[in-house]
């Protein structure tokens, strides 16, 4: 899982880009017939009569809606809506519109079909994904593909969701522990906020679900006139892929899964991971700050840069530091966000070891010029997107992490595990064992989707060795349970991104996959990893 940046820091990335803004300083249920999904069967010719046809749903393509100011977009995309149940168990009551893009294939060869692209977060937008993805990919795909981007529902231009948060930033909802390891505090916030959610939407959240979303896609298959359709999901989009090919499995035509979340996790288990997770990056972006310890001063080896990163976050709990020309007050919860967040790409590490030395000259209330360009460019505040709540991704955050699955309501079990879990992982200091607002909430509505290995072989999984938001184990764990109807590369390489990241290894099993439909027999390490 990753939380939201900005798009506008020189860095080219496809499905995100990596400033760390101020609001960053921020799925067995019953089968696609119960649910109101309607997918046809693969033998089965589509719809059967002239009614049916003008039942399906339809598309007007036109304008996409605004973007927030600064930002642009692909000239090419355009956009629609469709009309989606809210609760898929009454198909006939109340409606939301779902927003969806299209930039068309080139025109060049022989057109597949479509190609659905979600950015994961959980609750990221992806109307303009398309235009980010489009220039990294070769023209066999884009002659090949219809790109298609969505807004899932509850997110941004499709029902947006708001709580009224009093913290509107992601990074506000991870929950670390005070001091001295406390977490009276956090449950005191995780109650509050499961209070607002309630008050403020009500019952309706329950429905904003990965598994609803999932039938939502197939709506949006079934407006584009589509059999089948060929999806690529990064991160949480991963767990939505993987949710779509087990409720629709005869629909899904080739998949791609980027950075992946393990389906018997969702989702105390997945952020239980992010201690070993970032054991296993952390080292990288240590060995960048330590090849400067001339001019950052934060240690000549991994080691020593680990132990000064681990008493710098601790004197911020005790202390924070305010932060030079805006209200922020850098405490060791929002340094250790940060640090998240700037981890999950490798371009941004000589960034990270800036941004470490900052603050540390913070703290000791002396920043240097230098140090107030570095804070400056970490906690710039993006702009806003007209029309969408401040805390509409916190929102929804929490609605898809508490309504996908039951959490433990055990308020002294989440102590002992945090107890245990500052011990093993210092670098997390317990936050992903910590309690969240799922504590408080309501039952999920249904029960996650089971994934398994039932299907046809057409799942492509990338996943990179030192991935601190979805660790290697949890790609292995993935493809152990996709099984055979998987094929399996993995990249020596740390970062959330496994595509375009600097193995042509991967990338041409990747467009392999896309134009040929080709899969590796066995597992695939790439050791190409441009460095």
Not at 9 to 37: E, I, K, N, P, Q
Not at 245 to 250: A, G, Q, R
Not at 275 to 288: L, Q, W
Not at 377 to 393: H, I, L, R, W
Request: proline letters at 7%.
């Amino acid at each position: 899982m990753r939380t939201r940046m900005s798009r506008g820091t020189g860095v080219s990335r496809r499905f995100a880009g990596v400033a760390v803004a101020a609001g960053l300083a921020a799925a067995a249920v019953a089968g696609c017939d119960a649910d109101g999904g309607d997918a046809w069967d693969d033998d089965e010719d589509a719809p059967s009569s002239v009614a049916e046809a003008a039942a399906r749903p339809h598309l007007n393509w036109g304008e996409c809606p605004a973007l927030a100011e600064g930002a642009t977009r692909d000239p090419r995309l355009t956009c629609a809506t469709v009309r989606v149940p809210l609760d898929y168990r009454h198909a006939d009551g109340e409606k939301i519109e779902i927003a969806v893009s299209k930039l068309p294939a080139s025109g060049h060869g022989k057109r597949r079909g479509v190609l659905v692209l979600n950015p994961g977060g959980p609750a990221l937008p992806g109307l303009d994904t398309p235009g980010v993805m489009a220039p990294t990919l070769p023209a066999s795909v884009l002659d090949a593909y219809d790109l298609v981007g969505f807004d899932p529902r509850g997110v941004e231009h499709s029902a947006p969701l708001s709580c009224g948060l009093d913290d509107p930033s992601v990074a506000g909802l991870f929950p670390y522990p005070a001091a001295d390891g406390s977490i009276t505090a956090n449950v005191d916030h995780a109650r509050a906020d499961a209070r607002k959610c309630a008050s403020a939407e009500g019952e309706k959240i329950g429905y904003f679900t990965t598994a609803n979303t999932a039938r939502d896609l197939d709506r949006v298959r079934e407006a584009l006139g589509e059999q089948k359709i060929s999806y690529w999901g990064q991160s949480y989009g991963t767990y939505l892929g993987a949710v779509y090919e087990s409720l629709f499995p005869k629909r899904a035509d080739r998949v791609i899964l980027e950075g992946n979340v393990d389906p018997t996790k969702v989702w105390a288990g997945a952020a239980e991971s992010w201690g070993k997770g970032m054991s296993e990056r952390f080292p990288d972006a240590a060995a960048v700050a330590a090849a400067q310890d001339a001019t950052l001063g934060l240690g000549s080896t991994v080691d020593e840069v680990t132990q000064a990163y681990v008493a710098l976050a601790d004197r911020l709990d005790r202390t924070p530091a305010p932060v030079p020309g805006t209200p922020q007050s850098l405490s060791g919860s929002l340094f250790r966000s940060v640090t998240y967040s700037l981890l999950l790409h490798n371009e941004t590490l000589p960034v990270l070891a800036q941004f470490w030395k900052a603050v540390a000259d913070l703290a000791d209330g002396a920043p240097t010029e230098a140090d107030a360009a570095v804070l400056g460019q970490v906690f710039a505040a993006p702009p806003a997107t007209p029309g969408v709540p401040s805390d509409n991704q916190a929102t929804m955050f929490l609605a898809l992490t508490c309504g996908d699955a039951q959490w433990s309501h055990d308020v002294d079990d989440y102590t002992d595990r945090v107890a245990a879990d500052r011990e093993k992982w210092p670098l997390t200091a317990g936050m992903p064992v910590n309690i969240w607002a799922c504590a408080f909430w309501p039952k999920p509505v249904e029960k996650p989707v089971t994934v398994t290995d039932k299907g046809p072989r057409n799942t492509l999984i990338l996943q990179n060795r030192r991935d601190n938001a979805t660790p290697w184990d949890d790609g292995v764990g993935l493809h152990r349970v996709l099984g055979n109807r998987a094929a399996f590369v993995g990249a020596d390489n740390g970062g959330h991104y496994v595509y375009g990241a600097g193995s042509a290894c991967v990338d041409e099993a990747t467009v392999a996959f896309l134009t040929e439909g080709t899969l590796p027999h066995d597992d695939v390490n790439c050791a190409d990893v441009r460095r």
